[in-house]
């Protein structure tokens, strides 16, 4: 499929998954509606392939910039340790453990692609996380703290998907390049997040 169909296509089973979760009165999560949604699509014969940059560039941004723009700045601040903690460091042990338990689960497959399923599957969605829970009675702290983890645990997912990868693919792994990619990742991307931050317009 083209590009322009497969966006189209996506936007219409988002659309569709919003008219469901009205009709179902929020008490399907709209996630749930949306992984249905794309099965049928799938079992009907749809070949969608969509390309990670275009997922990265089109629709990652926009919606990490919703989330963060609504994010108190307060809150943050407070809970800023336990939500690094979570974002960096929950997510690189949830790599190793989840990749040693699939591994023990299903030993035909070796532990780099073990790890590289757990890598992917580690970092938590702060759209689905928000979708999940709206509409329950949640502590306004719990969500603040879960919101801020989602925001920043895709830079050690990423890396860790990446260099799981690659000694997959080629049976070689460097500790210290993935440290040094992870630190330009992670620290790049708040610096670019705070000179933006700095120049956005204020009332």
Known sequence: MLTIEIILLLLLLTA???LLTLRFRQKVPQPVILIALGVGAGLAGMNVR??????????LPPLLFADAFRMPLREFGQLRGPILFLAFGLVVLSTLLCGYA?????????????FTLAAALSPTDTVAVSSLIKGRRVPTRLLQLLSGEALF????GLVCFRFAMADALTGEFSYQQAF???MLVACGGLAIGAVVAHGWPRD
């Open 50 to 59: 969509l390309h990670p940059e275009l997922f990265m560039f089109v629709f």
């Open 102 to 114: 699939i591994h023990w689960i299903l030993p035909v497959l070796t532990l780099p692609v073990c």
């Open 180 to 182: 040094g990619t992870f």
């Open 153 to 156: 645990n895709d830079a050690s």
């Open 16 to 18: 569709v998954s919003s």
